[in-house]
């Protein structure tokens, strides 16, 4: 079979979970003996402004296709999605896989080819602060279109298959995002640069954007009495008002460590050697980070959405979405008291409920089901 993989920013990168996952599905499909394309978005990583593009026509097996599209917020993804569509359309694929709820406004050009769509969608976009009026009009818009013409959709939680369900009476298929079980890393890297020692911290790592809710932790972290340094990864993501906001409101507390960007080993070190991993978020779709934090053996305390402890299960910890002192104190109790989970437990519980292979193997079913007349 030959796939297209439409909708991501660009591969290989760390710039968001929908990139990971392109990539883990992609990977993995070629090994199979699939051929597979993958549209990537012409630009440099807007996780990073220092890391440039590579021009790659190959990446593992994986055909690379670059769309040309301007950098400018919103307009970027249209014009990527529209010609990515028109492309894809035309050329001989047995199914094309868009991503993401912004990409589907363009479902309607391989629809009228004929092609067999499959849509990931990996979150309710339009629910994004960082979106303004008409992006999210626009998403909106993709979202319906993804439950009008797609063959196969597929959703990362149960909240968002019974929105589907209760809005367009649409039936999706659940199928969750793997982990892979990671080398645990001595502090090395991150102890030369940050002067950061094995669980000698707290670590929020994700995109800097007001969804993932970090303006909940820095209040939080900033009325405890702790040793415990609070680090924070990522870089903002067409949220730069967002990022310098919380340069702000951390640069008077030199416990507070922020790190830009962050990937390879100086990534692995990171979560290999923090005391717990927070992630405080208002909207997820389903949390590659959490999820990478859970392999590497480490307790996390989650808001409570259905998104973040549909992954912890019972082997987490939550305090209630937005209310910063219920952060606080379970912050201070997890800091205080022997509440930490054996590592070699939640390795085991995440690997086991959250197998790529499994994925792949869902996925692969619903690119092979009869196309509807």
């Not at 690379?64 to 950098?71: A, E, G, H, L, V």
């Not at 991150?190 to 911290?201: A, P």
């Not at 923090?274 to 949390?287: A, K």
Request: hydrophobic share 35%; aromatic share 10%; proline share 2%.
């Amino acid at each position: 079979m030959k796939i297209a993989m439409i909708g991501h920013k660009r591969i290989p990168s760390r710039e968001g979970g929908v990139e990971i996952v392109v990539e883990e599905l992609s990977t993995r499909l070629v090994k199979m003996g699939y051929q597979v394309d993958v549209y990537n978005r012409k630009g440099n990583n807007v996780a990073d402004k220092n890391i440039k593009t590579k021009k790659i026509k190959n990446y593992k097996g994986i055909n690379i296709i670059t769309i040309p599209t301007i950098n400018k917020k919103g307009l970027d993804a249209l014009i990527y999605s529209f010609f990515a569509s028109i492309i894809a359309s035309v050329k001989k694929y047995d199914c094309l896989h868009y991503h993401a709820e912004g990409s589907c406004a363009m479902l309607w050009i391989p629809h009228l080819f004929r092609k067999r769509i499959v849509v990931t969608i990996h979150g309710l976009d339009w629910q994004r602060s960082k979106w303004g009026g008409f992006a999210t009009k626009y998403i909106k818009f993709g979202e319906k279109l993804a439950a009008k013409y797609a063959d196969e959709i597929i959703v990362l939680s149960k909240s968002v298959q019974k929105y589907f369900k209760d809005t367009y009476n649409r039936n999706t298929n659940f199928i969750p995002n793997g982990v892979n079980i990671p080398e645990v890393r001595q502090p090395h890297i991150i102890k030369e640069k940050y002067n950061l020692n094995s669980n000698d911290y707290i670590l929020f790592l994700a995109r800097i954007v007001p969804e993932k809710g970090l303006h909940y932790l820095i209040r939080a972290y900033n009325e405890l009495k702790t040793d415990k340094k609070l680090v924070i990864a990522g870089g903002a993501s067409h949220t730069n008002d967002y990022y310098k906001e919380i340069q702000e409101k951390v640069k008077d507390n030199n416990n507070i460590i922020m790190t830009g960007f962050v990937q390879g080993e100086e990534l692995e070190e990171l979560y290999s050697n923090c005391y717990l991993y927070c992630l405080p978020s208002d909207v997820e779709g389903m949390p590659i980070s959490l999820l990478e934090a859970m392999s590497y053996g480490k307790s996390c305390l989650v808001s409570d959405i259905e998104e973040n402890t549909q992954v912890c299960g019972k082997y987490g910890h939550a305090f209630k979405k937005g209310d910063v002192q219920d952060l606080k104190k379970n912050l201070d109790s997890l800091l205080k008291e022997n509440k930490l989970i054996n590592a070699e437990i939640l390795k085991n519980y995440i690997s086991n409920k959250f197998n790529w292979n499994d994925s792949v193997d869902k996925t692969i079913n619903l690119y092979l089901k009869k196309i509807k007349l």
